[in-house]
């Protein structure tokens, strides 16, 4: 299963990697959207409000350890890179300790503090036994979900993307049959959503490493490499943190546009929400880019090679700019019509048209600074990530959206176009980040190890 990504034609090894990662992300999002569905045709209002709450809280959750996780791909990929066999156990060792150890830690925390969780989320009164219930299911599971994407994080580091993809459609099946089966037949409600949720991922587990036991992944792990070590786990940290923090402040500021929109009255807010879901699925290429130039480009900067990092980042850019354009300029004539696929509300349809026609921008722009991230991310500078992202949200994103939303009542296409200049800010910050940074220093030893 081990794939060295160092040799040949860098946009074929870009397009391997990045189709089934591609799927798998879409897999991932029909997942999450399961128990919402799901339950909205067995359940009552409260029901699927409950889902709907808990299911953002645990899909913030598994951005942030997907996002932790990153620091294993860089760490596995460079030393795949480097041919050096000893380093990659020593990585995946250290994973799995690291991981397991966060994923009993967070279990234990949520645990405690997930009626003030629920509070905070401002979860209808109805609702709230509800979404206790699901999410203190869903707490019980973290082991697994982190399982998953430790699982999935050593094998795309060592330039395996269709494997995970194997395991989340695992998940997907079996999450499916088992909503039906907990809430259409058992009438679990959210309980039954976040039983099936929480199997599904036991289930994954299993399967995978069921395969990784059977094949043969040119890598051997001992005991040994289980043992806590400053540098590997430092190196992990090092990357990791600074994308899971990214991730999460981004979470939490879709969660502030969503709060903006739902205070401009029900038709705006239904608007925004349904976009939200559309831009999720456009997003999927994207974000793909992220994650395949970050696996690829630490194999190439292990391996001595950082002009095929570069040359990784640059085709990347290219197929994101290609398919946000298009994207872009078709959503301008079919606006409503993809917007009244989800409502047939007339007043949303118009309003939600809007938002898509100045939103959809940003499918340009996140491309490229997606893009950035990765080889950034590869290059062990994940903290330039964090600060372009948080930048661009705490100047622009957020504060756009505040005074669009009180400056232009009437419609929501200034709201939207804020948030694609949020990500137009990243794009320069990080253009400039790696002209005066990486431009210059591309051949040196420091940009392979940053350590």
Not at 24 to 41: E, R
Not at 83 to 90: F, T
Not at 147 to 159: C, D, E, K, M, T
Not at 341 to 355: H, N, P, R
Request: charged content about 10%; proline content about 3%; overall charge positive.
């Amino acid at each position: 299963m081990e794939r060295n990504l160092t040799s040949g034609s860098v946009l074929k090894n870009i397009l391997y990697f990045s189709l089934p990662y591609l799927l798998s992300y879409f897999l991932q999002t029909l997942y999450g959207m399961a128990d919402l569905f799901i339950i909205g045709q067995f359940e009552g209002v409260a029901g699927t409000t409950a889902v709907s709450i808990g299911s953002q809280v645990m899909h913030m959750l598994t951005v942030m350890i997907v996002g932790l996780a990153m620091g294993s791909t860089v760490s596995i990929a460079k030393a795949i890179g480097a041919n050096d066999k000893k380093e990659a156990s020593r990585s995946i060792g250290n994973t799995v300790t690291l991981f397991m150890l966060v994923a009993v830690a967070l279990m234990v925390i949520l645990l405690c503090l997930v009626h003030p969780i629920v509070a905070v989320m401002s979860t209808p009164l109805e609702a709230v036994s509800g979404t206790v219930t699901y999410l203190t299911i869903c707490f019980i599971g973290i082991p697994f979900i982190t399982a998953y994407n430790i699982i999935s994080s050593v094998f795309r580091g060592l330039g395996d993307s269709r494997s995970p993809m194997y395991f989340i459609a695992v998940a997907c099946v079996t999450n499916i049959v088992l909503d039906y089966v907990f809430i259409g037949a058992l009438h679990l409600g959210s309980a039954g959503a976040a039983l099936g949720t929480t199997l599904s991922q036991a289930v994954s587990v299993v399967i995978a490493l069921i395969v990784i036991l059977k094949k043969n992944t040119g890598i051997s792990v001992s005991k040994k490499d289980f043992r806590p070590q400053h540098r590997a786990m430092g190196q992990i940290l090092r990357i990791g943190i600074p994308v899971a923090m990214q991730d999460g402040l981004i979470q939490i500021a879709f969660i502030i546009i969503t709060i903006i929109a739902n205070r401009r009255g029900l038709s705006d807010a239904a608007a925004v929400g349904i976009v939200e879901k559309i831009i999720s699925f456009l997003f999927l290429v994207p974000s793909s880019m992220l994650s395949t130039v970050s696996a690829l480009g630490a194999q190439n900067i292990g391996a001595g090679k950082p002009e095929r990092a570069a040359q990784t980042l640059k085709y990347a850019t290219m197929i994101a700019v290609g398919f946000g354009l298009t994207v872009s300029v078709i959503i301008q004539f079919i606006a409503e019509p993809v917007v009244g696929l989800f409502t047939t509300d007339v007043a949303v349809k118009i309003a939600g048209g809007q938002y898509i026609r100045g939103y959809i921008w940003d499918c340009i722009f996140a491309g490229v600074h997606f893009s950035f991230s990765g080889y950034f991310c590869a290059c062990g500078r994940s903290e330039l990530s964090f600060l372009h992202n948080i930048t661009a949200i705490a100047l622009v994103r957020v504060p756009g959206v505040y005074l669009t939303s009180k400056l232009f009542p009437q419609t929501l296409l200034p709201m939207g176009l804020a948030t694609a200049t949020g990500s137009l800010l990243s794009v320069i910050i990080c253009v400039i980040a790696y002209l005066l940074i990486f431009r210059k220093k591309k051949d040196s030893i420091l940009l392979n190890e940053n350590s």
